[in-house]
């Protein structure tokens, strides 16, 4: 499934950044946001160890490691959870983010555009959507940022005395 290949391939390669404490994710049963906290850390990994394969579980292990601000585990978790649960939001919400946060845009739209492509009217669906438009908006907004600061580095060295305009080169030549 394209969904599932996008996932490990964002894995192998992903950066890793750091969260928020708490944040308000889409809870993986009912839809309805919801803090995570990271005090449910000890009691996720507690029943995840009598059943490691517990999607709903996994989905909300990885959402209280991110509201942690421990995305390198919360990545990894979202990712085992989106293989158990697919049709979950939440998965992809937590990678996301995550990508979001180590400023990577790029991978996180793919992320959000892989589950919407996928499931596009799954419950989720639609705050799913809403990251992503807000990881096109960031990744527009660096790169202005940053073609800013090239033109301005640009304007502080001296022009390169073998290029001219042709317009100073015909007032040269008037003169």
């Known amino acids: 499934m394209a969904y599932h290949r996008s996932i ?11 969260l928020a404490a708490v944040v308000v994710v889409l809870t993986a049963c009912g839809g309805r946001p919801a803090e995570v906290s990271p005090n449910e850390i000890p009691e996720l990994e ?4 009598d059943n490691p394969e517990d999607g709903d579980v996994l989905l909300r292990y990885a959402a209280a490691l991110f ?7 919360a990545s990894v978790v979202a990712a085992r959870g989106a293989q158990a649960k697919p049709r979950s939001a939440l998965g992809p919400l937590v990678l996301g983010q995550c990508l979001e946060q180590a400023n ?4 996180a739209v ?3 555009g892989a589950f919407l492509t ?12 809403a990251r992503q438009m807000l990881a096109l908006r960031a990744r527009a907004t660096l790169r202005a940022q940053t073609a800013l600061a090239q033109e301005a580095q640009l304007g502080t060295q001296g022009g390169d005395p073998r290029t ?9 030549q008037s003169h």
């Open 118 to 129: 996928t499931f596009p009217e799954e419950r989720g669906a639609d705050a799913v959507r």
């Open 110 to 112: 793919g992320v959000y």
């Open 164 to 172: 001219r305009s042709e317009e100073h080169t015909s007032e040269l």
């Open 67 to 73: 509201s942690a601000g421990r995305c390198d585990t």
């Open 8 to 18: 490990k391939r964002i894995l192998s390669g992903r950066r890793v950044g750091v």
């Open 104 to 107: 990577d845009f790029d991978q």
């Open 46 to 49: 507690a029943q995840l160890t």
